[in-house]
């Protein structure tokens, strides 16, 4: 019997070829090539290739590929991170945000200030122009725990009463909100641009919160190395980046002998910047 990793990951793949999202034109471009980039259409198709994708179709609109990654995304992070629970005990919950509410991690502990900040900056033009965008966080899909009753943290012995443990935000009792435990960023092509906003948007999750951070994850089909280096080497604003087909992406480097796009993928891989989606549940469970 596989492993259900792997059977989920392999469903993930199968997601993108019957929604559409990865196929390849009828001038052999993959969806998550750049067309102008000899390299980027060359390894695109190495990969594509081994994912079975079908060929003379015309790509999606940027916008809707975009979705129906983040969809498909979503559904891999349930599937997988929900079978933890031996691992990570809790009640947990995976959603996509959608819709570009720029307040949606506001419902969570960690920000919930960022509303009565958000209030505060609409009456005041000076403190709106101080504060910028700053505060303003929208993930593409978020992991979030729910907070638990003293009859859950009592269950093998009695640990709390009304004496002590009276601002623990894991508990229920203190009337708190979820607790926000990943912020998921889906990016299903990495330009110079995408590559700061997702970049910004970790260091707001950095600066603006109170109490434990969340994970903040980047999730690819970007196929060029060096734009992968773009978002995954820096200082650690990212935890990780998680490609949708990191071993079949180095199988297509060596098939292609990109000596230097080879190294730069080692860099990153050893360094631990850069890992497959299918790692990415168990990292979600430290």
Not at 118 to 143: K, N
Not at 196 to 202: L, M, T, V
């Amino acid at each position: 019997m596989p492993a259900k990793f792997l059977i989920a990951r392999n469903d993930f793949h199968a997601s993108l070829l019957d929604n559409q999202i990865l196929r390849i034109d009828d001038r052999g471009v993959p969806s998550n090539a750049d067309k102008d980039s000899p390299l980027s259409v060359r390894i695109a198709q190495g990969i594509a290739i081994q994912l079975k994708a079908e060929s003379g179709f015309d790509r999606l609109a940027g916008q809707t590929s975009g979705s129906r990654f983040e969809e498909a995304c979503s559904i891999f992070v349930d599937r997988t991170f929900l079978q933890l629970g031996a691992l990570r005990p809790g009640r947990w919950e995976v959603t996509r945000v959608g819709g570009r509410d720029r307040l949606a991690i506001a419902k969570y502990e960690q920000y919930s200030h960022l509303r009565a900040l958000d209030t505060l900056a609409r009456q005041s033009p000076e403190l709106a122009a101080a504060l910028g965008s700053d505060y303003t966080i929208t993930p593409d899909i978020v992991v979030v725990r729910s907070l638990e009753p003293d009859s859950t943290i009592n269950s093998n012995s009695k640990l709390v009463d009304g004496n002590v443990a009276n601002h623990a935000s894991l508990r229920e009792n203190n009337g708190g909100s979820p607790l926000l435990h990943a912020s998921i960023s889906c990016k299903w092509t990495i330009r110079s641009d995408r590559a700061q906003n997702a970049r910004s948007e970790a260091l707001n999750l950095v600066r603006n919160r109170k109490g434990r951070l969340p994970h903040i994850v980047v999730i690819t089909a970007e196929p060029m190395p060096s734009r992968l280096a773009s978002i995954a080497l820096g200082t650690g604003d990212i935890d990780c980046v998680y490609h949708f087909a990191l071993p079949e992406l180095q199988r297509t480097l060596v098939d292609l002998d990109q000596q230097d796009a080879i190294e730069m993928l080692s860099i990153m891989v050893n360094g631990k910047r850069l890992k497959d989606i299918s790692d990415l549940p168990l990292d979600l469970a430290v």
